[in-house]
Structures are given as C-alpha cells and as structure tokens.
C-alpha cells in the first residue's frame, strides 16, 4: 500500500537482487513525483455501433417485433452512408449533424424524423454511458428536427361513388389483385394479412354471409425476409358481411379451390 493505495505490480529481472532493485526505484519515484492517475482509453463507439447495439438488445429482449427491428436497421443502414455516423462520436461535430439533417430534408417527413430520433438516440447513449460531456440535442440550444421540403399529400378516402365505379371495374375486367383488392375495401384488412389467409380462417355459411377471423400476417423477419407471424390471438373478426354482394363466384371458388 501507497499513500494510501493498493497497487499490485510485478518486478522481474535476471536475480532475485535485480528485481528488487527495480521495486525499490518504482517506490522511490512514486515518493517523488506521486502516483500518476489511470488514463482509461476513451470508448471510441460511433453511432453506427452505438445504435445497432441498442436495437439489437431491445429485439433480442423482446421489447421490440422483427418487422419493427428491420425498420430501425434501415433506417441505421441508411444514417451509416454518412462519414460522421462511423466515426467515434466523440470527435463527431455539431456542424456534422446539422449538415446531415439538412440534407435528409428532401426526404419525406416520415423518413426525416426516423432518421432525426436514431441520432439523437445515440447521443443519449452516449450521455448516459458517460462518452461525452457535450449532448447536442439537450441543454439551452439543442438541435431541433428540421422539416422536410416535401409537400405532404393528404390522402383522402374513397366517396360512395367511387368505391361503386372501382367495384363495379374489378368485376367486369381481369386483374390479378382483383379480390386481394375488394377484400380490403370491405374490410379494411391489412395487406399482409389478406395474404396470409387460409380456407380455414373463412366461414362460409348458408346464404350470402359469412365471417374471416384474422389470426396472423405476414411481415418480415430481422432478415428482412417474409415471414408468416401469428397474433396472439384474433387481431379481429369481420363478420355479417354479404360474400355474394361484396365478393363475385370467382373470389369465393378461389378460396374452396385451396381446401383441395
């Protein structure tokens, strides 16, 4: 002990006398010049490590679905195009996140504040693992996410009319999508889980109703390859509706021509 301090260190030399020697040198110039303070090597993450690390905790502990973690990696994917984001954060500058943002503007708004959370992610991380001292979106003048350029569009919902002219095209015209698409203007199902109907979830019944339960969806996996996920239990039941007036003979032969 010294000063106060266990210190643990090895002295080696070709006799017994010479390692000694060297211990007595060691101690002497602690004496003098006092202990000289560990310098930990700085954790050189970038934002890149930082936010894969953090996405891949969160869906390996459950906290997020495969669908949403292939999200988060293409949205890092697309943040680690830029020099900055690879570098260690530390040396990473004001000026480099605001270009950054700034030139994502031509993107949609939706992109754009995907792409604004995941970086200030990573300097909350940073923060809260005591990397940096300096967090440019906290504080008297943090960084705030800037608007896209892009006009959004307001998508507005189909009229009477124009659901009738759309039915009334699909049933007198050949098209492949044909019942994927009146099955969700009647619905309201989601795509994927139109495609990931069997026979088995459609009850037909006598006369012109019936009722679809919807039991799982396709969706992607940590891949991004399309997996079949299966909900915890019915999402929900579409029922009473008139499969002869709101699908043709062919939507209905489609689906009893799969139970064979």
Known sequence: ??????????????????????????????IEHGLKEKKSKPNEASIVSLLKAHEE??????????????RLKQTIKTISAYKFANQPIQ???????????QSERVKAEE???????????AFNIAEKKKMISDNYFTGEEPIVRPHSFKVEVKVDALSRTEEFLLNQYLNTHITKY??????????????GEILALTPN?????????????????????????????????????YENYSFNRVFTKGFRKFYKGKER
């Open 1 to 30: 002990m010294i000063n106060g301090e266990n210190i643990r260190k090895q002295f080696v030399g070709k006799t017994r006398d010479e390692a000694y020697k060297k211990l007595v040198e060691f101690v002497n110039n602690i």
């Open 57 to 70: 905790k969160r869906f390996k502990n459950g906290d997020i679905k495969s669908n949403s973690y292939v």
């Open 91 to 101: 040396k990473v500058t004001r000026k480099q996140v605001e270009v950054f943002l």
């Open 111 to 121: 992109t754009l504040k995907k792409e604004f959370r995941e970086v200030k992610k």
């Open 178 to 191: 044909k019942n994927i698409i009146l099955l969700a203007l009647y619905t309201g199902m989601r795509i």
């Open 201 to 237: 979830d459609i009850q037909w019944h006598e006369g012109e109703y019936g009722i679809i339960n919807v039991e799982r969806t396709i969706t992607q996996d940590k891949n991004g390859k399309n997996i079949i996920r299966r909900y915890n239990k019915n999402r929900m039941q």
